[in-house]
Nanobody, 127 residues
């Protein structure tokens, strides 16, 4: 079991950047696919990005493609979400989720695929 913990949220102006972190305690980290999701008030949870256990397969939601980058650091058991060119529509609580996989080369974009979720970190984009 991997209990992820998110950090790095905050208030940023439109056009700015933030980097979110997702620290996970489980072993082996390379067998966990990790996903980022977000939920704005009154809206459904939305897929943002996912990365395979191997780290070389990534997939992004259409609304963030080209602006956000997901990556992972095995030495720190941490997955990052670099968010650039932020706009007010990116305002939401961002959640990190993990799923153990026998294959290290799979990703998942559906929230129902993930077993463990963090508490979330608030990102607010406003001038």
């Amino acid at each position: 079991q991997v209990q992820p913990v998110e950090s790095g949220g905050g208030l940023v102006q439109p056009g700015g950047s933030l980097r979110l972190s997702c620290a996970a305690s489980g072993r082996p980290f390379s067998h966990y696919a990790v996903g980022w999701f977000r939920q704005a008030p009154g809206k459904e949870r939305e897929f943002v990005a996912t990365i395979s256990g191997s780290g070389d397969i990534t997939y992004y939601g259409d609304s963030v493609k080209g602006r956000f980058t997901i990556s992972r650091d095995y030495a720190k058991n941490t997955v990052y979400l670099q968010m650039n060119s932020l706009n007010p529509e990116d305002t939401a609580v961002y959640y990190c989720a993990t799923k153990w996989t026998s294959s290290t080369r799979v990703t998942f974009s559906s929230p129902s695929a993930y077993n463990d979720w963090g508490q979330g970190t608030q990102v607010t984009v406003s001038s």
